[in-house]
């Protein structure tokens, strides 16, 4: 579990280009989304699930540890996970507190489950969960029998007492939110009757799919931008192994590095390419990127191609709003390239990014503002001003216990004309085990460590 040493790091414009060498693709870690969900789906099925490429960072590795502490069998076998799950509605009283780390994801989605158990379960996390709102998801799952008691404003450490007999939930999400969808559908599952859920912007969809591949009754509705999802409650999940992608999110870092950095050309195998999951990629084309999807194909339910990315002279972007769920976590890193582009970029609509691990968006301006990168925030708009050449860098960026913004800065620092100095890397461990080793693994004979010690 996350370590208390903080990691400060040191980035700097690397001597040679980011390659990988021929047959020699690169992979990322498993999806974030779709490992937590794993754990979490062949915790309640019966039987065994396997799960090849499940992400062993400390988010995923929190939701295990969870899902043991409420009763099901969750062992590493290798580079394989298995889980021993105990059905719907199985699932038993946590004897301690359920501590989910810096994992908004698994603190949603587990209030969720929790909320339709009869028992009482306590759930808090690190300085950062603990400042992110709650209400979003405890407010509607109050309405099927759960009792939710927490901090001022909603957050944790949060008390949930659970239905004994809890009613199906018919409501519309408040907020753009896969974790409050996913939330709501889960509570669903051990409740009796008709659950329906209602966004009125499409979010990922991995529950909905991971839902169908164990068996359960759930349908989607295209509804304007939006959809309309039921699920019939206490359905009798059965264990499905599942395949996790890599992670799109994760890729967006060495392929905005590789986009950034001269002569660079790399190759990323087996990256996730869910529609609700690739705003970015639609962007970075927009704005010139040679990227590339070789060998598209679905694995596990799930899109999935090998990514080229080459270097490109990038020009700006104006992102739309309604494009926001599909790359929310990437906003920070697609930051940095704007920062290289040519033109002034604007990306709309990023209210959400002030509740992420950090406030996302006034954690991006100043990143790029203590690297001499023009920028303003204009409402919940991010601008963003290049010229095409070299951002000065130079700058000690503060992290806030956000892995994104981690990475992000760290790209930054490939891509400056000095060296960019990082507070703090360890919560990359989070999303990205290996991240900085992989990175200077991509550069060239006698690029020498473009990432290190500070
Ligand atoms: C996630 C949904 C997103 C995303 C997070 C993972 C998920 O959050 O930022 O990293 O797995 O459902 P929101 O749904 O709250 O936007």
Request: hydrophobic share 45%.
């Amino acid at each position: 579990m996350h370590s208390t040493t903080i990691r400060p790091l040191l980035a700097a414009r690397p001597t040679a280009p980011l390659t990988t060498a021929p047959g020699a693709a690169l992979r990322v870690p498993g999806d974030k989304s779709i490992s937590h969900r794993a754990l979490m789906f062949g915790a309640m099925a019966v039987g065994e699930t396997v799960i090849t490429g499940l992400l062993e960072g400390e988010d995923v590795l929190r939701t295990a540890a969870a899902m043991r502490q409420l009763g099901a069998e969750v062992t590493q076998d290798g580079a394989l996970w298995r889980v021993a799950g105990r059905g719907v509605g199985g699932l038993i009283e946590p004897s301690d507190v359920l501590d989910m780390g810096n994992s908004g994801t698994a603190a949603r989605l587990l209030a969720g489950i929790v909320a339709s158990h009869p028992f009482f379960t306590v759930m808090t996390g690190d300085a950062s969960l603990r400042s992110r709102p709650m209400r979003r998801v405890t407010v509607p799952l109050a309405e099927c029998g759960a009792r939710f008691t927490s901090r001022e404003g909603g957050r944790l450490p949060l008390a949930i007492e659970g239905a004994a007999d809890p009613l199906p939930l018919d409501c519309t999400t408040s907020v753009p939110s896969a974790q409050v969808k996913s939330a709501l559908l889960l509570c669903g599952l051990n409740a009796r009757g008709i659950t329906r859920v209602v966004e009125r912007e499409a979010t990922r969809d991995h529950s909905e799919n991971m839902l169908r591949h164990f068996g359960a009754d759930v349908t989607v509705e295209a509804e304007g931008h939006g959809r309309i999802i039921t699920l019939r409650g206490q359905p009798e999940l059965r264990a499905a192994d599942v395949v996790v992608p890599g992670d799109p999110s994760s890729a967006a870092f060495p392929i905005v590095a590789a986009l950034l950095v001269p002569g660079s050309r790399v190759v990323i195998e087996g990256v996730g390419l869910n529609i609700l999951r690739t705003g970015l990629f639609t962007t970075l084309r927009e704005m010139g990127a040679a990227l590339t999807v070789l060998n598209a194909r679905v694995a596990g339910g799930e899109p999935v191609g090998d990514i080229v990315a080459e270097y490109t002279e990038l020009r700006a972007c104006d992102v739309p709003p309604e494009r926001a769920p599909s790359m929310i976590d990437e906003y920070p890193v697609l930051a940095v390239a704007c920062a290289s582009a040519r033109g002034v970029s604007r990306m709309r609509g990023l209210k959400e990014l002030r509740v992420k691990e950090s406030d996302r968006l006034s954690a991006t301006a100043a990143l790029l503002k203590v690297n001499g990168v023009r920028v303003e925030i204009e409402g919940d708009d991010l601008l963003v001003w290049g010229d095409g050449g070299q951002p000065a860098g130079g700058g000690q960026v503060l992290t806030h216990m956000d892995h994104r913004l981690a990475m992000s800065a760290l790209v930054m620092g490939l891509s400056s004309a000095t060296p960019v100095a990082v507070d703090d890397t360890s919560f990359i461990d989070t999303s990205f085990p290996g991240f900085i080793g992989l990175v200077n693994g991509l550069i060239g004979n006698g690029g020498g460590d473009a990432l290190r010690a500070a």
